[in-house]
Nanobody, 124 residues
Framework: QVQLEESGGGSVQPGGSLTLSCIAS???????MAWFRQAPGKEREGVAL???????TYADSVKGRFTISRDNAKNTLYLQMNALKPEDTGMYYC???????????????????WGQGTQVNVSS
């Protein structure tokens, strides 16, 4: 049984920064982990992915602004978000991949385990 709990969301002005955290219970350390987001009326989209060797993948819209990292000793996943834009607004979810032996695509169907999400609002 895997449980994921996100925190760190909030309201920030454009250009600001936030750091999201996701604490996991259960077996996650060998698995790729990812952050997704969903804006009202839009589909859930992948933001960033990290595997057990800390190889990363980012959506084009966040490259150079967001950084995903993980601390396996603490079973915690992070997302450092800088230079935030209004279009970054949404509910942010962390997720664990289905398998540990292959690098998944940054798409929801490859991640069956989800947290409840934390809300990020970027506006002036």
């Amino acid at each position: 049984q895997v449980q994921l709990e996100e925190s760190g969301g909030g309201s920030v002005q454009p250009g600001g920064s936030l750091t999201l955290s996701c604490i996991a219970s259960g077996y996650v350390s060998p698995y790729p982990m990812a952050w997704f987001r969903q804006a009202p009326g839009k589909e859930r989209e992948g933001v960033a992915l990290i595997d057990k060797d800390r190889r990363t993948t980012y959506a084009d819209s966040v490259k150079g602004r967001f950084t995903i990292s993980r601390d396996n000793a603490k079973n915690t996943l992070y997302l450092q978000m800088n230079a935030l834009k209004p279009e970054d607004t949404g509910m942010y979810y962390c997720a664990r991949a289905l398998t540990w032996w292959s690098m998944p695509m940054l798409r929801p169907t490859d991640f069956p385990h989800w947290g409840q999400g934390t809300q990020v609002n970027v506006s002036s």
